[in-house]
C-alpha cells in the first residue's frame, strides 16, 4: 500500500508547530482492498478509513468536480489510477499540498516548501474559486501563522475578492462560518482573521455589523487610534494577551457594534452606544447561529463595559446593580471573563497597551463583597418576595460603600 501523510501534519512538522492530527492519503487501492487489510470505513461523500490500530484516517487518492454552487456541489471520483499529485492539486494552498513518505522523504509538486520559506499563503489553482469555504480556512490561516509573518499573496486574495464579487461566498452556510470563526479565535493573532476577510471584501458579507465600524471616528482624547474598527481589531490583541478564552475574545471583538450605527452628525461622541448595539449583536449571534454562552457574555460587556471603566466613579449602588444584572453574585457567573473583556478594550487603544486597569480587581473585590454580607438578621424579619431581594441589595450596597473607603485609585 502507497501511503502519503499530508495536508496539516506535514505543513506543521516543516514549521516547528505542534501536530495535532495525522492523515494519509492511499494511492492505487480499492475501499474492498482497505476493508480486506482491517481498515473502518468512516467516509460519506468519499472514502475514509480508520486504520485499525491507529485509528488515523487514511482517504484514498481522489478527484473533484464543481457541478453546482457552495461548498457541497462536487462530484468526487476516487479510482486506483488518481494519482498523488491529482490528489494534491485539489486542495487549496500550497503550504498544505506537501505529502511525505513514511520514511520522511517529501513530494512537493506545487512548491510548498517554497511558500513556507517565504512565508506566504498561495492557492495552488483556479480551482481554489470552486469553494467559498476556503474564504474563510485561507483567513483562519492567516490568524495561525501571523505571527510567523505569513502573508497572503496578492494573487491569492485578488481571487478571494473576484469570489466575493460573484456571489459565491453567499452559499456559506452559518454553522461552517462560525466554526472557521470560532477557531479563528483560538489563534495566536485572530484580528489576521477578520482583517484578511475585510482585504478581500468578505467581511461586508459576513460580518457586516464589524465591517461598518470602519471609518467611524471616536474622540481622540480617549481613542488615539480614532477608527473604531481600529479600535475593535486592537481590542482584540489585547485580548490574546490576556486569554486563551475564545467567548472573551469575541466579546471584545463586539463590545463597540452600536457605534456602527452611531448617526455622522453625531461623530465622534457615541452616547448611547453601550445599549444601542444590542439589536446588532442579537441579530448577528442569531444569523450565525452562535451558541448563547458566546451571545450572553457579548451583550454583558457590551451593554457595562463603560461601567466597568468608571466604576470608581460610580454610586454603590450602581455598582452593585450592574454587578447584579451580568449575574456576578450567581455560583455561577463569568464576572472574571466580563473584567478580562473590559481591560482588553481599555488597552486596545493605540499608546495605552501598558496601562494599569485597577477597574478589574475592584469589580472582582465588590462582587466578593456583596456575597460576602450576612443575611441571617434578614430571614429574622417578617420580609417576603421582592423585599427580601431588596434588603440584600441594601447589604450589598453597604458593604461596597465600606470596600470603596478602603481602596486608594
Known amino acids: 500500500m502507497k501511503a502519503y501523510l499530508v495536508g496539516g501534519a506535514v505543513r506543521d512538522q516543516l514549521l516547528n508547530f505542534p501536530v495535532k492530527e495525522r492523515d494519509w492519503v492511499v494511492v492505487g487501492e480499492t475501499p474492498e482492498q482497505m476493508l480486506d487489510m482491517g481498515f473502518k470505513t468512516v467516509g460519506k461523500d468519499f472514502p475514509v478509513f480508520l486504520h485499525p490500530e491507529t485509528y488515523e484516517e487514511y482517504a484514498l487518492a481522489r478527484t473533484e468536480r464543481k457541478t453546482a454552487p457552495g461548498y457541497k456541489g462536487f462530484v468526487v471520483h476516487a479510482d486506483p489510477d488518481v494519482t498523488l499529485e491529482q490528489d494534491l492539486i485539489r486542495r487549496d494552498l500550497t503550504i498544505n499540498a506537501i505529502a511525505m513518505l513514511p520514511g520522511g522523504q517529501l513530494l512537493d509538486p506545487y512548491a510548498g516548501q517554497a511558500d513556507i520559506q517565504a512565508k506566504l499563503l498561495r492557492h495552488i489553482s483556479p480551482a481554489f474559486s470552486e469553494d467559498p469555504v476556503r474564504v474563510l480556512r485561507v483567513a483562519r490561516f492567516a490568524a495561525r501563522y501571523a505571527h510567523l509573518g505569513f502573508t497572503i499573496a496578492p494573487e491569492t486574495i485578488n481571487l478571494m475578492r473576484k469570489m466575493v464579487d460573484n456571489g459565491e461566498i453567499d452559499s456559506l452556510v452559518p454553522e461552517r462560518v462560525w466554526a472557521e470563526t470560532h477557531k479563528a479565535l483560538t489563534e495566536k493573532t485572530p484580528a489576521a482573521y477578520f482583517s484578511a476577510l475585510k482585504d478581500c471584501g468578505a467581511l461586508s458579507c459576513i460580518f457586516p455589523e464589524i465591517e461598518q465600524l470602519f471609518g467611524v471616528p471616536q474622540p481622540e482624547r480617549y481613542h488615539p487610534e480614532i477608527d473604531t474598527g481600529v479600535h475593535c481589531l486592537l481590542s482584540l490583541e489585547q485580548a ?47 444569523r450565525l447561529r452562535i451558541p448563547n454562552h458566546f451571545a450572553r457574555l457579548a451583550a454583558h460587556v457590551m451593554e457595562y463595559h463603560t461601567h466597568c471603566h468608571r466604576v470608581f466613579a460610580l454610586r454603590p449602588a450602581t455598582i452593585v446593580d450592574f454587578l447584579a444584572a451580568i449575574g456576578a453574585f450567581k455560583p455561577e457567573n463569568s464576572l472574571s471573563d466580563f473584567v478580562l473583556a473590559c481591560e482588553a478594550d481599555a488597552r486596545g487603544r493605540t499608546g495605552l497597551e501598558e496601562n494599569e486597569y485597577p477597574q478589574a480587581q475592584f469589580c472582582l473585590a465588590a462582587q466578593q463583597a456583596g456575597l460576602s454580607v450576612d443575611t441571617s438578621e434578614i430571614m429574622e424579619r417578617d420580609l417576603h418576595g421582592p423585599q427580601i431581594g431588596l434588603a440584600i441589595r441594601e447589604l450589598r450596597i453597604k458593604a461596597v460603600k465600606s470596600l470603596r473607603k478602603t481602596v486608594a485609585h
Open 240 to 286: 490574546v494577551l490576556l486569554t486563551p478564552n475564545p467567548l472573551v475574545r469575541f466579546a471584545v471583538l463586539t463590545h463597540d457594534l452600536g457605534k456602527g450605527i452611531t448617526p455622522k452628525e453625531k461623530w465622534p461622541s457615541h452616547r448611547g452606544h453601550e445599549k444601542g448595539g444590542l439589536p446588532l449583536l442579537k441579530s448577528l449571534c442569531k
